[in-house]
Every structure is written in structure tokens, then in C-alpha cells.
């Protein structure tokens, strides 16, 4: 099993233009996670997913956006970066209640918007 | 709201020696479960260990091991002969249902 795999592993953007970071778990969880990580801080939770066709906000969900479709995938998209949104993301994914809420997760993807 | 407090931005330990990383959370659940996770500087995040609240005994992994204060709400990790494969970035986490809550890290470095 590949587990949680991100793409890309690195990005530059340009102020205003828009990307979709990619999130692929081939352990057929039902829980997925976009965190975002500044420098010297702690995760913080972005947008989840508790199936397919079910999103939900997180704690800074502002200028993104996520949708789901599969099991396996949960794509975050960036409209319009912006300085702020600097940082390095985190996919993760967890079986859920009935396997306990322990996350696994990607290997990140770090965004630097210039 | 969950909250989880890591008092210690920074800690140093000696090859081979033992070191304590504190962490105190707050939350209302009486279900819930405690973890310590681990990023070295890949920065991939790895899961260190778990522990149910509903469990007395205190979960080891190896050289790892957590003093679980439930009526303190503190949940401290403990290596053992630390080696420098150790020097990482410790986040301690508590999760309840689908979510979980991190607190802010604390670098451990391991000096030969």
C-alpha cells in the first residue's frame, strides 16, 4: 500500500493564480483532511471529509475549496492565492470512529505564493 | 472545544539518555484518545503512539511511553536511549470522533 500520496511535492505561485492540490489514500478510509502547517506551528484543519459527496469546514477553510468524489481522492483547491496561504499542506486519512480517529498522513506539499 | 498545550517549544537531551515531553489538553468528552505524533525534518508525520482515555495502563511503543493523567488531563511522552534519529518535531494531539486537535510542537534534539 502506498497509504496517503500528495502531489505536487513543491510549488511557486504567482498572487491571483489558482491551483488544485492532489490527495490520493489507497487504505479505503472513509475520513479524509486537508491541514495546513506555518513555520513553527502546529497543524491546523483546513476542510474534512467523512465520505464521498460529504464535505465539511475545518477551522480556517477561507480561500479554499475541496470536493470529493471517491473514496480515494480529495482534491483542495486554491482560488486566487494570496501571500498568506504560504505554507505546507497536509493530507491525511482515518478509518474513522469504529477503527479510532488516528490519522495517517501524506507526505505534504509545500506552497510558497510570491 | 478540544484544547491540547505543548509548554515546551524547544528541549535538548543527550545520546542514550531519557527525556520528558509534556502535555496537557482540555476537553469535555469522556471518550476520546491521546496521541503523540513525530515529524523529522522530511517532514512527514508519523504516529509515535495512541492512547484510549478509557484505558488505566500506559501505552508503550519500544522506547516510548506516555504517563496518562486523566483527572490532570496531562499526557507526557517519555523516550528512552534516545538516539539522534529522535531529533523531530513532536506534536501531541487528542481526538474525539472524527477530528483531531494538535498543539503547537516541541523540537527535541537529540546531542551526540
Known amino acids: 500500500n502506498a497509504g496517503v500520496t500528495q502531489t505536487p511535492k513543491f510549488r511557486i505561485l504567482k498572487i491571483g493564480q489558482s491551483m488544485t492540490l492532489q490527495c490520493t489514500q489507497d487504505m479505503n ?11 513553527g506551528m502546529g497543524l491546523k484543519l483546513i476542510y474534512y471529509s467523512v465520505g464521498a459527496g460529504i464535505t465539511d ?18 482534491p483542495l483547491r486554491l482560488e486566487l492565492a494570496a501571500p498568506s496561504q504560504t505554507s505546507v499542506y497536509f493530507c491525511a486519512s482515518s478509518h474513522g470512529l469504529a477503527g479510532g480517529p488516528e490519522q495517517y498522513f501524506g507526505p505534504g506539499t509545500r506552497l510558497t505564493v510570491t | ?29 469522556n471518550n476520546y484518545y491521546l496521541f503523540w505524533y513525530k515529524q523529522p525534518p522530511s517532514r512527514q508525520m508519523i504516529l509515535v503512539i495512541r492512547q484510549e482515555a478509557y484505558k488505566q495502563q500506559n501505552a508503550t511503543e519500544n522506547r516510548f511511553s506516555v504517563n496518562f493523567q486523566k483527572a490532570a488531563k496531562s499526557f507526557s511522552l517519555k523516550i528512552s536511549d534516545s538516539q539522534l534519529g529522535d531529533t523531530a518535531m513532536y506534536f501531541c494531539a487528542s481526538g474525539y470522533g472524527n477530528k483531531l486537535v494538535f498543539g503547537a510542537g516541541t523540537i527535541l534534539r537529540v546531542k551526540s
Do not use: I
Not at chain 1, 478510509?29 to 513555520?39: C, E, S, V
Not at chain 1, 469546514?57 to 480529495?74: C, I, L
Not at chain 2, 515531553?21 to 476537553?27: A, F
Open chain 1, 29 to 39: 478510509h472513509n475520513y479524509m483532511y486537508w491541514y495546513r502547517q506555518d513555520p
Open chain 1, 57 to 74: 469546514k475545518g477551522e480556517v477553510p477561507n480561500g479554499y475549496n475541496v470536493s470529493r468524489s471517491t473514496t480515494e481522492d480529495f
Open chain 2, 1 to 29: 472545544a478540544q484544547t491540547v498545550t505543548q509548554s515546551q517549544p524547544e528541549m535538548s537531551v543527550q545520546e542514550a539518555e531519557t527525556v520528558t515531553l509534556s502535555c496537557t489538553y482540555d476537553t469535555s468528552e
